[in-house]
């Protein structure tokens, strides 16, 4: 007896196809659904659109299950592709990868999947969703709300933490989460191509997809110059000191060491007696100067405090004040750090580390975690340096 039907997102790549076979075999009726969201330059050399979809259909067929193709492009370019714009062209660094999670593959395909009459929506993204059901309180009136309560649902961690991907789900809500499954979170990576391998699937020795598809590998700067309009400025360093000029502030992110175009500056010698490397430390969009300095621990790279805006909590309500054992993220793959979180109005939160934190960057997420529980976050919109 099938427990019910699965729409699940298939990319062609490893994760999702194993994914669906998990679902097949613990008896679901799985349907594959590849997204098209870019068509601009969609040609081999930068992203793979055709030969993903012919892996995605060539999985499905060993499998046995049925796929289809969707476009989203439109969608995309609206909801993702132009606030990744808007954000660069303001001095920021976005992540268009946590802005599609909740626009497009948690919206525009969740929507979609429930017109083809299914129950819920499965992706390959490494993370976990736990269903808390409401309890009851020792009150007998309150015990009998309860039971009219529904249950809540809880954004996980991966057990495989080096593959985790909450960070770029956090700002799923309630109802989302309730209509998903993520076969992948409590299995590791070596699991997942081992799998691959045993049941033959074509794409078993796939290379993992990075980065963002309309991007793939091509120069990012050249990518940015046909979308945004831009005016070279002043480089400076800390001290004010004059070193060179910059081709456009949206073309640098904070904490860059390459691609700054220093050509001969001199630079101190380290105690080792080496020279110290040059840094991106902050943007002035006021003037349009980009500040520069040597030495990774520079005070200007290292943050207190940050403030994040455009928040989101996966549960519909910040934590309650004073909620122990907090710890954030300012970017993917960095360590959870101990922090203290307070609101600052309805839509701000700042947090307190404790450990000053390296590059936090404008743009970037800032997500709070308690323990293996994902709680949400905002986007950074500043920091306090020294």
Known sequence: MSRGRVVIGMSGGVDSSVA?????????????????????????????TRQDWLDAVSVADVLGIDIEAVNFAAEYKDRVFAEFLREYQAGRT????????????????????????AESIAT????????????????????????DQPARFELLKAIDASKDQSYFLHRLNQAQ??????????????????????????NAAKKDSTGICFIGERPFRE?????????????????????????????????????????????????????????????????????????HDHPWLLSSTLTADQ???????????GTAALSAK????????????????????????SVPQWAVTPGQSAVLYQGDVCLGGGIISGSTTG
Not at 94 to 117: M, Q, T, W
Not at 311 to 321: D, E
Not at 330 to 353: K, N
Request: hydrophobic share 40%; with cysteine; glycine share 8%.
């Open 94 to 117: 976005p992540n268009p990868d946590v802005l599609c999670n909740a626009e497009i593959k948690f919206k525009a395909f969740l929507d979609h999947a429930l017109r083809l009459g």
């Open 330 to 353: 300012t970017r993917y793959r960095q360590a959870d750090i101990d922090c203290t979180q307070a609101p600052v109005d309805d839509d701000r939160f700042s947090l307190a580390f």
């Open 20 to 48: 669906a076979w998990l679902l097949k075999e613990q008896g679901y009726e799985v349907i594959g659904l590849f997204m098209k969201n870019w068509e601009d330059d969609d040609d081999d050399e930068y992203c793979s």
């Open 223 to 295: 990518f940015l110059n046909r979308y945004l309009s831009y005016q070279p400025g002043p480089m400076k360093t800390a001290d004010g000191t004059l070193v060179g000029e910059h081709v456009g502030l949206s073309f640098y992110t904070l904490g860059q060491r390459k691609g700054i175009g220093l050509g001969g500056v001199k630079s101190h010698q380290t105690a080792a007696g080496d020279s110290a490397p040059w840094y991106v430390a902050r943007k002035d969009i006021a003037t349009n100067t980009l500040y520069i300095v040597q030495g």
């Open 177 to 202: 989460l309730s209509k998903t499954l993520f076969p992948l979170g409590a299995m590791h990576k070596t699991e997942i191509r081992e799998i691959a391998t045993r049941l033959g699937l074509p």
């Open 311 to 321: 928040i989101s909590w996966v549960s519909g309500a910040p934590p309650a004040p």
């Open 124 to 147: 390959g993204h490494y993370a976990r969703v736990r269903r808390v059901e409401a309890t009851a309180s020792a009150d007998a009136a309150d015990a009998a709300d309860a039971v």
